[in-house]
T-cell receptor
């Protein structure tokens, strides 16, 4: 089955700097890669996703890149703000509906003001 | 914007007792899931559900677990005889166009 590895487990950045979180996956059939943000005690919230027909997707300060050949994908947050502090999870799945997400172990991002 | 809702937010139970966790998925979604998250760990898949039957289940989802959609709106997870290791946050999710939206979770504490 699919296995998703995520690095780093913790990341501290100064406010205004960029943050990058990286994930690798094992199943070459996976073609859907969402990212979730989870604030303390709250639900995971979908913040951005990428499908395997594109290499990059951007939404304001966040962007995701995907390298299908190397089977890795990354989340980039620019101009970080204190409210970006949270745990971020990457996941992998298939675009076939009713397919469970396989999550990475999460990255705790701390943005220091 | 519609959201997935879950009740209760926190459930404390004694080992061996049955618990039922309830979820109301987003109304026009067709696929439903239960996940769990042990404190400080990653989110793990338990079971998926479509068209009133289980589509897929993980190794965690053993005979002690069951799911049901008793009416058109609720989606429930039952644990028949809870164990200490069942203590976790349980999230329900519903899916539309491959995007899964999570509920706020039920924190289950087994003592």
């Amino acid at each position: 089955g699919e296995n998703v590895e995520q690095h780093p487990s913790t990341l501290s950045v100064q406010e205004g700097d960029s943050a990058v979180i990286k994930c690798t996956y094992s199943d070459s059939a996976s073609n859907y890669f969402p990212w979730y943000k989870q604030e303390l005690g709250k639900r995971p919230q979908l913040i951005i996703d990428i499908r395997s027909n594109v290499g990059e997707k951007k939404d304001q300060r966040i962007a995701v890149t995907l390298n299908k050949t190397a089977k890795h994908f990354s989340l980039h947050i620019t101009e970080t703000q204190p409210e970006d502090s949270a745990v971020y999870f990457c996941a992998a799945s298939h675009l076939s509906g009713n397919t469970p997400l396989v999550f990475g172990k999460g990255t705790r991002l701390s943005v220091i003001a | 914007e519609p959201e997935v809702t879950q009740t209760p937010s926190h459930q404390v139970t004694q080992m061996g007792q049955e618990v039922i966790l309830r979820c109301v998925p987003i109304s026009n979604h067709l696929y439903f899931y239960w996940y769990r998250q042990i404190l400080g760990q990653k989110v793990e898949f338990l079971v998926s559900f479509y068209n009133n039957e289980i589509s897929e289940k993980s190794e965690i989802f053993d005979d002690q677990f069951s799911v049901e959609r008793p009416d058109g709106s609720n989606f429930t997870l039952k644990i028949r005889s809870t164990k200490l290791e069942d203590s976790a946050m349980y999230f329900c999710a519903s899916e539309s166009l491959y995007e899964q939206y999570f509920g706020p979770g039920t924190r289950l504490t087994v003592t």
